[in-house]
C-alpha cells in the first residue's frame, strides 16, 4: 500500500502498514497538532503513541506527593523535572508493546532529555527518526485555546478547526469534552516561549545528526498526515 493510498479505512491493526523498529519522535509547538498526528501514525502503523503529557496528567490525578506536585506545575505551564521524566520514560518504553518500536509525543523537551533517549535508542538497537512540525506561531494561540478533548477516548477537537458535530460533545462516544487547564491564554503563552527557548538546542542537535525533517503543518491534518506517512514509508 503506497502512503496515498493511507485512508481511514485502513487504520485496522490487521492491516497495519509495517515501518523499520524505529524511535519517532514528533515534535512541535503546543496546539501544532502533534497529538493528532502521532495518534494517527500509532493507530496506522500499529506503534505504541507515547506522550509525555498524557501520562503525567494521568500522574496528575493520583492522591500522592507527586500528584499534588504535578498538579500544581502542569496548572502553570512549566516543565516537569528531567528526573520525573527519565523516570516515566524509562518504564514505559520498556514495555513489550514498544518492541517493534514507538512514536514519542511531547519527549524529549531538553537536551539532557535528547541525552536520556540516546541511552534508550542504544540499550534498545533503535534509530532515532525526529518529525518536526511547524506552523507560525500567530496560528497556536487559536489552536490551543480552541482545543477541546474527550476524556474517554482522547479524540482531539478545535471548536475553531475541528469542531464536533454537537456542541461539547465526542463524536465518537458522546462524552462531554474537556478543556484543558493549560490551554487557557495566561497559559498558553508560558508554554510557547518555554517551548521555543528550550526546544531550539533540540531542533539544532537532530538537524546536525541529519535525523530531523521538518513538516509545514498550516494545512489540512489529511494532507499533513499523508506526508508523515510518505516519510515513514520511505524511511523503511
Ligand atoms: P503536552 O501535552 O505535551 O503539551 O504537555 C503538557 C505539560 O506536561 C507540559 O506543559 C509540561 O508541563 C509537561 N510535560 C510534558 N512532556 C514533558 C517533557 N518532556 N518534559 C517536561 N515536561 C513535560
Do not use: W
Not at 493510498?5 to 524511535?23: D, F, M, N, Y
Not at 496506522?44 to 507515547?50: A, N
Amino acid at each position: 500500500m503506497s502512503a496515498s493510498e493511507i485512508t481511514e479505512a485502513s487504520i485496522h491493526p490487521a492491516s497495519c502498514l509495517s515501518v523499520k523498529p524505529r524511535i519517532y519522535v514528533v515534535m512541535g509547538a503546543p496546539g501544532v497538532g502533534k497529538g493528532t498526528q502521532a495518534r494517527r501514525l500509532s493507530e496506522t502503523f500499529g506503534l505504541p503513541q507515547i506522550s509525555t503529557g498524557d501520562i503525567l496528567r494521568a500522574m496528575a490525578k493520583e492522591d500522592t506527593a507527586l500528584g499534588m506536585e504535578l498538579r500544581l506545575i502542569l496548572s502553570t505551564g512549566e516543565l516537569v523535572s528531567d528526573e520525573v521524566l527519565a523516570r516515566v520514560i524509562e518504564e514505559r518504553t520498556s514495555k513489550p508493546d514498544c518492541a517493534n518500536g514507538y512514536i514519542l509525543d511531547g519527549f524529549p523537551r531538553t537536551l539532557y532529555q535528547a541525552q536520556l533517549l540516546e541511552n534508550i535508542a542504544k540499550d534498545q538497537g533503535k534509530e532515532i527518526q525526529v518529525l518536526k512540525l511547524i506552523v507560525p506561531r500567530s496560528s497556536l494561540l487559536k489552536r490551543l485555546t480552541g482545543r477541546r478533548s474527550c476524556p474517554t477516548c482522547g479524540e482531539i477537537y478545535n471548536i475553531y478547526l475541528k469542531p464536533p458535530k454537537r456542541e461539547g460533545l465526542c463524536d465518537l462516544d458522546g462524552t462531554p469534552l474537556v478543556h484543558r487547564s493549560d490551554d487557557r491564554p495566561e497559559t498558553v503563552s508560558i508554554r510557547v516561549a518555554n517551548y521555543e527557548k528550550l526546544t531550539k538546542p533540540l531542533t539544532d542537535y537532530y538537524l546536525e545528526s541529519g535525523r530531523l525533517v521538518k513538516i509545514q503543518a498550516e494545512k489540512p491534518v489529511e494532507e499533513v498526515f499523508q506526508e508523515l506517512c510518505a516519510i515513514l514509508t520511505q524511511a523503511s
